[in-house]
């Protein structure tokens, strides 16, 4: 039995033991922590050893009173030492009760990413203090290296206020060269450089090898397939020239007193789809990325020849084009899905069509949206059907004659 309680008690010391060590590693695991989160760790520290040195001389004299005297001792010095620790320690506790509060009208103690400020710049650009902006700006830059909005904004006072353009291009072609610098300030910087070339000085070749540049830096980019779009659809050499020098417009003669002719005259000149598909054929050979061109060929395609093979071959050159915007090709899809419909009443390749933006875009709004069309395709089919009968049926022709004679 004997035995039996010795190993009980042993237990229970060792149980004691290690709930004490645990104890004092959470406390110290707490403590090291709010040390390390402090703004003043030193001070802390400080504090932290008073306290305890004045804890321990409290618990050390209530442990040892056994008289009257020494437990009235132990009280007096007790509360003094309270005082002291409450001297220690009421700042910081008032400060933890109202931080939450604080936190109401401060957004807490998180730590706020320091940025550059060009707010004076700004306003010193607004009046027309262009070289103290300037000022401003680079005072900004030395502060944070590399910034893209001061870069920006300084090779913009450049090109539009001081017309310094050597000096704006300098700075562009410095800030693309950024080593973190993001394909969309990239883009968007060369693009700024393309549009001040056209717009001050009509130079269409040096705004062209600035859109080359951006298709080099960022290959399969959507920035890139971007610039292969305004490259296809720059201003010709002779319009920019005209807007330098305005020619007189010649007027065409139309015929006179139309109210009179007893019908609405069409002053516009007849459309020709074949002519414009040669127009597109043609432009294409020298532009073969424009989504535009090759589109509205499609469309010619099936709206005036009825070859949907054609067409869609025409959008599929498109959709396999790397760098394409991803909402452009949920259009070409759905586009193709229209076409088996309404030129065949295919129900089976739209859906296979449809089934093409899922896996291309999965878990998108776009991927959703087709496969709820999925399933209205025989709905749309039904309706094209319909429309088409009513288009091809035959009617009771002179309807207005046939009239007459049955009232006579």
């Not at 802390?44 to 008073?50: A, D, E, S």
């Amino acid at each position: 039995m004997i035995p039996i309680l010795a190993a009980s008690n042993t237990l229970k010391i060792l149980t004691g033991i290690v709930e004490l060590l645990l104890f004092i590693a959470a406390i110290g695991w707490a403590i090291v922590r709010w040390i390390k989160k402090s703004d003043e760790p030193i001070s802390l520290i400080v504090r932290l050893g008073f306290s305890a040195a004045i804890l321990l001389g409290i618990l050390g004299l209530a442990a040892t009173a056994k008289d009257t005297e020494t437990m009235i001792m132990s009280v007096l010095v007790g509360a003094v030492g309270g005082l002291f620790l409450a001297m220690l320690w009421g700042g910081s506790f008032c400060a933890w009760v109202a931080s939450p509060f604080e936190n109401l009208f401060t957004g807490g103690s998180q730590s706020i990413e320091a940025r550059a400020l060009y707010s004076m710049a700004y306003g010193k650009r607004k009046r027309g203090l262009h070289q103290e902006a300037i000022a401003e700006i680079q005072s900004q830059l030395e502060k944070f290296p590399g910034d893209f909005e001061g870069e920006m904004l300084l090779a913009e006072i450049y090109a539009e206020d001081l017309k310094e353009f050597p000096k704006a291009e300098e700075v562009i072609l410095s800030t693309v060269q950024h080593e973190k610098r993001s394909p969309q300030n990239i883009a968007y910087a060369l693009n700024r450089l393309a549009d001040w070339h056209l717009k001050f000085h009509q130079d269409r070749d040096a705004a062209r090898g600035v859109f080359e540049r951006i298709v080099e830096l960022l290959p399969d980019s959507e920035q890139a397939q971007m610039a292969a779009q305004r490259i296809a659809h720059l201003t010709p050499a002779e319009m920019l020239a005209e807007q330098k020098e305005r020619t007189p417009i010649t007027l065409q003669h139309h015929e006179e007193h139309i109210g009179l002719l007893g019908k609405v005259a069409d002053l516009r000149a007849p459309d020709d789809p074949a002519k414009r598909a040669q127009g597109y054929i043609k432009h294409l050979e020298q532009f073969p990325n424009d989504n535009d061109a090759r589109e509205q060929l499609a469309i010619i395609y099936v709206e005036h020849y009825k070859r949907i093979d054609l067409a869609i071959d025409q959008l599929e050159q498109l959709i396999a084009t790397p760098g394409q915007a991803a909402k452009a090709v949920v259009h070409w899809l759905n586009t193709i899905a229209d076409w088996h419909i309404k030129m065949k009443g295919d129900v089976t390749a739209a859906k296979m069509t449809l089934l093409r933006i899922g896996e291309r875009f999965p878990d998108s709004a776009a991927a959703a949206n087709a496969e709820k069309r999925i399933s209205f395709l025989r709905m749309e089919t039904r309706q094209q059907q319909y429309v088409t009968t009513v288009k091809l049926g035959s009617y009771e022709q002179n309807i207005g004659l046939k009239r007459k004679a049955d009232e006579s």
